[in-house]
């Protein structure tokens, strides 16, 4: 599956399908954030885009944004392996894979990082918009 197709595959995405005409490719977006809670066997992915939505939420109508970030969460996590982790991981291909059930195979691939695991459940746990202070950092 394609990386542009993720909101079939991760579950509760109707903000953002209901925001973008077309979601952004999580490969064109910069992978920000990685928390892995071994307590939740859980894996969070914050993903930040310059891409705008087309039909933004209400809430976000009396504020100036140029940069939108999203979570994805996934659950029920199983056979986590994380090899190296580089500054160059937020530029990292992202692949998510359907399984059997709920099932979602996610790999996260750049030079010097890789994540891989399989999670009985996912979903978007957050999206917003912000004023980005600029390239800091980069």
Do not use: H, K
């Amino acid at each position: 599956m394609s990386a542009s197709d993720w909101t079939a595959v991760v579950g509760s995405t109707e903000e953002v399908t209901d925001a973008y005409a077309t979601p952004p490719d999580l490969d064109a977006c910069r992978l920000y954030y990685v928390q892995i809670d071994e307590r939740e066997a859980s894996v969070t992915l914050m993903f930040e885009t310059t891409a705008l939505p087309e039909r933004p939420p209400p809430a976000w109508a009396d504020r100036a944004y140029d940069t939108v970030e999203f979570y994805l969460t996934f659950t029920g996590v199983r056979g986590l392996r994380v090899s190296g982790w580089e500054f160059s991981a937020r530029d990292a291909g992202v692949a998510l894979n359907t399984g059997e059930g709920t099932d979602v195979r996610v790999t996260v691939e750049a030079e010097g990082s890789y994540l891989d695991f399989t999670a009985s459940g996912s979903s978007l746990a957050r999206f917003r918009s912000y004023l980005s202070a600029g390239p800091c950092g980069d």
